[in-house]
């Protein structure tokens, strides 16, 4: 099977080619060719690099010539970047994406149609959301960059009904630990609070210890891309649905992330954290509701388990996986 990822040098993606390097098979089908694909990529034995713009003709005959069996879609703007430059954000996370699943699509006449794992983002569902969020919950994206991660969720759905891609769209969460550096996304302060509080380092949070978030490892979130790869998508209208889920989250308020964090790591967490809560913020990032994910769940996707675990994979690189032993998704 090939593979192709793009956004691969991108903190998910680093650690999705990394897990399957690892693992060196999805669904049961060994992996022959992994390609990864991004402005600038690190030498990796046993991936196949390609460098360049996605929106770029000659990136797009690579793809074509590769005509890989499975697509994992991370590469994008992020939400505040994408607010900031819209133009930049529909030339990316729209026209881009939108020609990634017409050159994919290239290759599924006569053929099996190419499966396409796409990274949308909760951001789709807006703020002031109902308690719970269901699959009924109507979809009201306030930024551009929801925008355009909700068209491309209607147009992949629509290749698939189409019969030339099999797409599986997962709505991610605040996925953390992210580097400590500018990312452009406006829900860097979770990352930024586990990294300051396990280095003991104090830490203005921008929203109050009340605010709840949904809340998911890189580590996790990787896995859940796999299995999303190789799910089973059942039912008599499989290929009309959505095709869109969101991820299995934890709820959890700052407080409980600063206190697990104060566990884990032995740090005074309430000394250490000031809150300073900026009401534009709190509105989008820290007013999360439950989340009826069971039609995810039924599928086989997951959830951290815990808050300790959720921790430990986030920020320590040789934390053994309980999972780990055995077999994944058991």
């Given at each position: 099977?090939?593979?192709?990822?793009t956004g691969a040098g991108g903190f998910?993606?680093?650690?999705?080619?990394?897990?399957?390097?690892?693992?060196?098979?999805?669904?049961?089908?060994?992996?022959?060719?992994?390609?990864?694909?991004?402005?600038?990529?690190?030498?990796?034995?046993?991936?196949?690099?390609?460098?360049?713009?996605?929106?770029?003709?000659?990136?797009?005959?690579?793809?074509?010539?590769?005509?890989?069996?499975?697509?994992?879609?991370?590469?994008?703007?992020?939400?505040?970047?994408?607010?900031?430059?819209?133009?930049?954000?529909?030339?990316?996370?729209?026209?881009?994406t939108l020609d990634l699943f017409q050159?994919?699509?290239?290759?599924?006449?006569?053929?099996?149609?190419?499966?396409?794992?796409?990274?949308?983002?909760?951001?789709?569902?807006?703020?002031?959301?109902?308690?719970?969020?269901?699959?009924?919950?109507?979809?009201?994206?306030?930024?551009?960059?929801?925008?355009?991660?909700?068209?491309?969720?209607?147009?992949?759905?629509?290749?698939?009904?189409?019969?030339?891609?099999?797409?599986?769209?997962?709505?991610?969460?605040?996925?953390?630990?992210?580097?400590?550096?500018?990312?452009?996304?406006?829900?860097?302060?979770?990352?930024?609070?586990?990294?300051?509080?396990?280095?003991?380092?104090?830490?203005?949070?921008?929203?109050?210890?009340?605010?709840?978030?949904?809340?998911?490892?890189?580590?996790?979130?990787?896995?859940?891309?796999?299995?999303?790869?190789?799910?089973?998508?059942?039912?008599?209208?499989?290929?009309?649905?959505?095709?869109?889920?969101?991820?299995?989250?934890?709820?959890?308020?700052?407080?409980?992330?600063?206190?697990?964090?104060?566990?884990?790591?032995?740090?005074?967490?309430?000394?250490?954290?000031?809150?300073?809560?900026?009401?534009?913020?709190?509105?989008?990032?820290?007013?999360?509701?439950?989340?009826?994910?069971?039609?995810?769940?039924?599928?086989?996707?997951?959830?951290?388990?815990?808050?300790?675990?959720?921790?430990?994979?986030?920020?320590?690189?040789?934390?053994?996986?309980?999972?780990?032993?055995?077999?994944?998704?058991?």
């Amino acid at each position: 099977m090939k593979v192709l990822v793009t956004g691969a040098g991108g903190f998910i993606g680093d650690h999705l080619v990394r897990l399957l390097l690892a693992e060196g098979r999805i669904g049961g089908r060994p992996i022959d060719t992994l390609v990864a694909l991004d402005h600038r990529l690190q030498q990796n034995d046993g991936v196949l690099a390609i460098e360049g713009d996605l929106a770029s003709r000659a990136v797009h005959q690579r793809i074509a010539e590769l005509a890989p069996d499975l697509c994992f879609h991370l590469a994008a703007v992020p939400g505040g970047a994408a607010e900031a430059d819209p133009l930049l954000s529909r030339r990316v996370n729209l026209d881009a994406t939108l020609d990634l699943f017409q050159t994919l699509a290239g290759r599924a006449p006569g053929g099996r149609p190419p499966v396409v794992v796409y990274a949308s983002t909760i951001a789709v569902y807006g703020s002031a959301l109902p308690d719970p969020v269901t699959p009924t919950t109507p979809l009201r994206p306030p930024m551009v960059y929801g925008a355009h991660k909700l068209a491309c969720e209607i147009l992949l759905a629509d290749f698939t009904r189409r019969g030339l891609l099999d797409g599986r769209a997962l709505r991610l969460p605040g996925i953390v630990a992210r580097p400590r550096a500018p990312s452009g996304l406006a829900s860097a302060f979770m990352s930024e609070l586990m990294h300051a509080l396990a280095a003991g380092e104090p830490f203005t949070c921008p929203v109050g210890p009340e605010a709840t978030a949904w809340w998911m490892s890189a580590r996790r979130c990787a896995q859940n891309l796999v299995h999303a790869a190789g799910m089973e998508v059942a039912g008599p209208d499989a290929a009309t649905a959505g095709r869109a889920w969101p991820l299995p989250v934890l709820r959890l308020s700052i407080a409980q992330v600063v206190r697990t964090l104060a566990q884990v790591h032995g740090v005074e967490g309430e000394r250490l954290v000031r809150y300073a809560p900026q009401p534009a913020v709190e509105a989008v990032f820290g007013r999360y509701p439950a989340l009826d994910d069971r039609a995810a769940r039924a599928l086989g996707l997951r959830d951290d388990g815990t808050p300790q675990a959720l921790v430990r994979r986030a920020l320590e690189p040789d934390f053994r996986d309980p999972d780990a032993a055995a077999p994944a998704w058991a």
